[in-house]
């Protein structure tokens, strides 16, 4: 008898992961340096697709989101990223501060809607910092439209105004329900996390004083409304002065942010990094670009793991088949040099938690090309790299699910054994 009963919670347990790795509905947590979904190792093996609420607002072009998250789930991808922002201008979700387009917002559910569908979350950022899609320059523009004397688009990280502004659309965002599926974003574990501000910078201030003011008020008024979803502030990943012998890792300019005290803000969850190296270093070489992402790679993880205990994923990276000198061959080499990273930290147990690729696309968008898309079935070596990523960081989470429940097992075992 009591080897039945044992026997029959081994049962159960080895049911539980199984479900545990078919079932993702649950919310994302972290647990020190890991991301946690259903009690296991949760790793972000993702992309960037910035266009799904734009594209999801025609429904003459909906089954191109349709069919990227399809695509981008059987290829094992777990996680996207795109806008959940378009200020004024041609296509705005906000035409002017406060007002929507509800077409536009309709979009965006389904490409909710479509991402939970396929066990996709999404990481939804919720402004630009540069011009396209409006970004602070809009904000700013709006409050001079109302009498404000403003000179300097980082005003929008300190005018009050301003600041209203953008928490409104914060709560518009973050408290609108879905017209497809009824739930509210705030309570709709599909999404991953909010991002602040895509890149942000703010060049008037080198010291990082003023961004590391901002991303603490947003972050805070974020979680006053929401407290199911993570935060992260969007970050680059360059160095500021809070420890001037990290200075070395940046590229040779700064942009008033830093990614260690920026970071340390108790309601951001987790950290970004970016990493483009043929934009940073331009008139070096590949092989230069190559060492520089290498410790790119190397020095954030580890300061993730040592200094922020915080997850950290490498939230864009690529390379343009624009740039001189292209091959896919380069690119694949990028890719291979982002993911050995990645996967040598995570296999560990150490921070790094998964990396977000610019970008992912469907067939027939060829107005939204801009050198870094990947199509899968227009390129298949980087998609075979992709899936072999997918493919390895899938086995981490298994094999911590299955500890997990092996330590379960035996705590079971020996209550059963103490009462009997």
């Not at 990082?208 to 990943?237: C, F, R």
């Not at 951001?268 to 190559?290: C, K, N, R």
Request: charged residues 20%; aromatic residues 14%.
């Amino acid at each position: 008898m009591k080897l039945l009963v044992i026997f029959l919670y081994f049962i159960y347990l080895f049911q539980h992961v199984r479900s545990n790795e078919i079932i993702s509905d649950g919310f994302i947590k972290t647990e020190g340096v890991h991301f946690m979904l259903n009690e296991s190792p949760f790793y972000a093996n993702g992309f960037n697709a910035y266009w799904l609420m734009q594209i999801g607002s025609d429904p003459s072009q909906r089954d191109k989101v349709s069919s990227t998250l399809q695509n981008a789930a059987t290829h094992g991808l777990t996680v996207g990223r795109t806008w959940a922002f378009s200020d004024a201008g041609s296509s705005p979700l906000q035409y002017s501060p406060g007002y929507y387009n509800e077409n536009m917002f309709q979009g965006l559910d389904f490409a909710i809607y479509e991402a939970g569908k396929n066990r996709i979350k999404l990481i939804l950022s919720l402004v630009n910092n540069y011009n396209d899609f409006g970004g602070k320059k809009q904000y700013v523009d709006w409050a001079n439209g109302q009498g404000r004397s403003l000179s300097s688009e980082d005003d929008f990280f300190t005018n009050s105004v301003v600041k209203d502004y953008f928490k409104n659309h914060i709560k518009t965002v973050l408290t609108r329900t879905n017209s497809i599926s009824g739930v509210a974003y705030k309570d709709d574990p599909t999404i991953m996390a909010w991002e602040l501000m895509n890149e942000p910078r703010c060049n008037s201030d080198q010291s990082g004083n003023t961004m590391q003011a901002w991303i603490s008020e947003m972050a805070s008024y974020i979680k006053s409304i929401d407290s199911n979803h993570l935060v992260e502030a969007g970050l680059e990943g360059f160095y500021g002065y809070s420890d001037a012998q990290k200075l070395q890792f940046n590229p040779n300019f700064q942009v008033g942010t830093d990614f260690i005290t920026n970071n340390q803000i108790s309601q951001i969850d987790f950290a970004t990094v970016h990493s483009y190296p043929e934009q940073w270093l331009t008139g070096q070489d590949d092989e230069a670009q190559l060492n520089f992402l290498t410790n790119w790679l190397s020095v954030h993880i580890q300061d993730a793991q040592s200094i922020l205990n915080k997850p950290i994923i490498f939230a864009e990276f690529g390379k343009t088949s624009k740039g001189p000198g292209y091959t896919p061959e380069k690119r694949d080499t990028l890719f291979n040099t982002v993911y050995s990273s990645i996967y040598g930290s995570a296999s560990g147990g150490g921070a790094a938690a998964g990396g977000m690729f610019w970008q992912l696309m469907a067939e027939g968008m060829d107005s939204y090309r801009d050198g870094y898309e990947i199509i899968f079935s227009e390129c298949p070596s980087v998609t075979d790299i992709i899936v072999q990523q997918s493919n390895r960081l899938n086995k981490i989470r298994k094999m911590y699910a299955r500890l997990k429940n092996i330590e379960k097992w035996n705590r079971a075992r020996e209550r059963y054994n103490h009462r009997n």
